[in-house]
């Protein structure tokens, strides 16, 4: 591996206990599957964002989930595919990748359709579709392979990820899909190779 043996990936960690907290909190005051429960603690209401300028549902929905399969889903993602993204990057800019995806795929969701449909949403599918964009640039700009990932293997799990958003209601899917553009462009803002890979790159020969 090539990205970083000695970085530990705790922000991963201290975003899934984030998760996990504020879901078992809305279970224990109330339930995390009634909307306007969900609304009144920070759920997304394109309406309440735009004319009553709440703007921090942008952020808050990140971190609300709809139900135990919700979370469980999105919490395993982020699990599975987080670390290999925060020790190649480093954890200050995953963090960033990570939230500015989230925020961005709100925004996005939000000005394309969140008016005219007048959904109450919540997530952090965005966020986690964006972590995923920015691995696929990262494992795209080492030559296809990190680690034990491939490009091959990215591209199934988004193709698989997309198609069941597809076929399912209630799915946020333009937040999946913009969560995943600005992954790979904050990707390609934030991350640079290791040099010492490149140099080795650029002075290995073979002999015949």
């Known amino acids: 591996m090539e ?93 960033i990748l990570y939230l500015a995806c989230g925020i961005g795929s709100n925004w996005i969701s939000m000005m394309v359709d969140g008016v005219s449909s007048g959904a109450v949403s919540a997530g952090a599918s965005g966020a986690i579709f964006g972590m995923v964009g920015g691995l696929l640039y990262v494992v795209l700009a080492n030559k296809g392979r990190l680690g034990n990932l491939n490009a091959r293997q990215l591209f199934t799990m988004i193709a698989l990820s997309l198609y069941l958003g597809f076929t399912e209601s209630g799915v946020d899917n333009i937040a999946h899909i913009s969560g995943l553009i600005l992954g790979m462009i904050f990707g390609l803002i934030l991350y640079r190779r290791p040099k010492r890979y490149e140099d080795r790159e650029e002075n290995s020969y073979e002999r015949y």
């Open 3 to 95: 990205y970083g043996f000695g970085k530990k990936s705790y922000v991963t960690g201290i975003l899934i206990a984030i998760n996990v907290i504020v879901f078992l909190y809305l279970e224990i005051v109330g339930s995390s599957e009634d909307v306007y429960f969900m609304y009144e603690k920070g759920a997304m209401f394109a309406p309440a964002v735009l004319f009553e300028k709440e703007y921090y549902r942008l952020v808050t929905a990140m971190f609300m989930h709809f139900g135990i399969n919700h979370i469980i889903n999105n919490m395993i993602v982020l699990f599975a595919l987080g670390d290999h993204l925060e020790r190649a990057m480093g954890h200050v800019k995953y963090l």
